[in-house]
């Protein structure tokens, strides 16, 4: 699993519970003037958005950038608008190639600041099935009583 970024502006922790995650990447986000300031203030949320596909460019669709109130006046700002994600030519098709034969979805896990920049860490995830879910929280129940049961012994 990878290392998470100290500076994390956003995670999408349903996205670990309802999918396999086969591989991740990281990508660039299009942004506006008033996003970045809104995303500065904490403002962001990406726990329903999900990566579309459209002439051969990837998009991240239903992250959620709630506009300030003290942003320009004359902007309209959409808080839901379709951001173009910056990836190589490789990669996207790599994605988009995936996501079309194999049944697979691309998500977002997270967003956070490398350097001046926000970047988008997306995977490339296979859906959970019900029995799926249950087992993967049996075998965490599990993890957290061994470690509780090996800390209960030390002492």
Known sequence: MAKKPSNQICANKKARHEYFIEETIEAG?????????????????????????????????????????TSSTHVNPDNIRTR????????????????????????????????????????????KKLHDKRATLKERDWQMDKKRGFKADMR
């Open 29 to 69: 986000l299009a942004l506006e003037g008033w996003e970045v300031k809104s995303i500065r203030a904490g403002k962001m949320a990406i726990t329903d958005a999900y990566v579309i596909f459209k002439g051969g460019e990837a998009f991240l669709f239903g992250a959620h950038i709630q506009p300030l109130l």
């Open 84 to 127: 173009k994600l910056l990836l190589n030519r490789r990669e996207i098709d790599k994605l988009f190639g995936m996501v079309n034969q194999k049944g697979y979805a691309v998500v977002p896990l997270s967003c956070y600041w490398k350097g001046a920049r926000v970047k988008c860490e997306i995977a490339l995830a296979k859906g």
